[in-house]
């Protein structure tokens, strides 16, 4: 691996990390303690980053192509996995740049076909947040 390309791979690795810190602790702010799937959450991502043939296209569509957390896949969803979807999008505004949005404005913004299953979920984690 190139000096570059390494490089390139640390700082992917060190923002899915910090996302991953971020989770954790509004996984425990809005449940009350952290969970398996918690501490589980993105890792697939900092394995992947390190394989050389995995650009970080790849790597993303990989990851939501098989994470229970994420709409794009088929995968039906459970409570637990709207939970995890809803604190994703929650503490990604903390660390990441590109997106600012809350949960709520995520959901509307990019996922409104989904909002009969999630608003009930959204309503109990984040009330504050739900727009009458």
Same mark, same amino acid.
């Given at each position: 691996m190139y000096?570059?390309?390494?490089?390139?791979r640390c700082a992917q690795?060190? &923002?899915?990390w910090r996302?991953?810190?971020a989770f954790?602790?509004?996984?425990?702010?809005?449940?009350?303690? !952290?969970?398996?799937r918690? &501490?589980?959450?993105d890792t697939d991502k900092l394995v992947l980053y390190w394989i050389p043939?995995?650009?970080?296209? !790849?790597v993303h569509k990989f990851h939501r192509a098989h994470s229970r957390h994420h709409l794009e896949n088929s995968i039906r969803k459970s409570y637990k996995d709207y939970v995890a979807m809803i604190i994703d999008w929650e503490c990604a505004r903390a660390t990441k740049p590109d997106k600012p949005l809350n949960a709520y404005e995520t959901l509307m913004r990019f996922y409104p076909q989904?909002?009969?299953?999630i608003l009930p979920v959204l309503q109990r984690l984040l009330p504050e947040q739900i727009q009458r």
């Amino acid at each position: 691996m190139y000096k570059y390309e390494f490089k390139k791979r640390c700082a992917q690795v060190k &923002y899915t990390w910090r996302h991953k810190i971020a989770f954790l602790r509004v996984e425990k702010g809005l449940t009350g303690h !952290n969970t398996i799937r918690g &501490y589980l959450h993105d890792t697939d991502k900092l394995v992947l980053y390190w394989i050389p043939w995995m650009s970080k296209a !790849n790597v993303h569509k990989f990851h939501r192509a098989h994470s229970r957390h994420h709409l794009e896949n088929s995968i039906r969803k459970s409570y637990k996995d709207y939970v995890a979807m809803i604190i994703d999008w929650e503490c990604a505004r903390a660390t990441k740049p590109d997106k600012p949005l809350n949960a709520y404005e995520t959901l509307m913004r990019f996922y409104p076909q989904h909002r009969d299953a999630i608003l009930p979920v959204l309503q109990r984690l984040l009330p504050e947040q739900i727009q009458r």
